[in-house]
């Protein structure tokens, strides 16, 4: 049990636990009034915001060190891609348990999957410092931009359609698969 809180603790997960759970705070604070169903782009923005929370640490202190030790990280890497993924959408999920939030489950678990599939592609490819760069960038993208018709537009804007669009749905599971295999064979960028 001792190398699970060494690996927590190398990997900020107080740190960042702590901030997904002020987000979650912040949303319970916000919903709390029954001002009516949360828009499908304000599920993106507070899910995006506690993807870019949890992750923080997807890397070590040191690269060298997760290159050189004599454990197996793809299968610690994968379960930590999807505890994050498990974390962001939990407190959601949980809200609308307790009926304070009317966001469609389906709606959470599709942007978590997708959300966290991307931040593991990002510390794949741009460092574990900057994980956080494409789910933020996709949401700015997906925001700000007009999406287009048909099947290209579900796929760029996956995260503000609804729940039951193919293509959005294919779109974040697929992000999911590749994030989470890429991230967890090559580990984060140095």
């Given at each position: ?10 990997r ?6 702590a901030?997904?759970?002020?987000v979650a ?16 782009g ?20 040191g690269a ?7 454990i197996r ?9 999807l ?11 949980a809200?609308?348990?307790a ?21 593991a592609l ?19 993208f ?8 048909g099947?290209v ?10 729940p039951?669009?193919?293509a ?21 960028r140095?």
């Amino acid at each position: 049990m001792r190398w699970l809180m060494l690996y927590a603790r190398s990997r900020q997960v107080p740190a960042s636990a702590a901030a997904v759970a002020l987000v979650a705070l912040a949303v319970w604070a916000g919903t709390r009034g029954g001002a009516g169903p949360m828009d499908l782009g304000m599920v993106g923005l507070v899910l995006t915001a506690k993807v870019a929370a949890a992750s923080v640490g997807p890397g070590g202190p040191g690269a060298a060190l997760e290159r050189t030790a004599a454990i197996r990280w793809v299968p610690r890497r994968a379960v930590h891609v999807l505890l994050i993924g498990v974390s962001a959408g939990g407190a959601l999920l949980a809200f609308r348990a307790a009926g304070a939030s009317p966001v469609p489950a389906e709606v959470v678990v599709r942007d978590s999957a997708g959300l966290v599939g991307l931040a593991a592609l990002g510390a794949g490819l741009c460092g574990a410092g900057f994980a956080w760069a494409l789910p933020t960038g996709w949401l700015a993208f997906t925001v700000l931009v007009p999406p287009p018709g048909g099947t290209v537009g579900e796929v760029l804007g996956w995260m503000v359609f609804p729940p039951d669009t193919a293509a959005s749905t294919g779109t974040a599971w697929a992000l999911l698969a590749v994030g989470t295999v890429a991230y967890a064979l090559a580990g984060p960028r140095r």
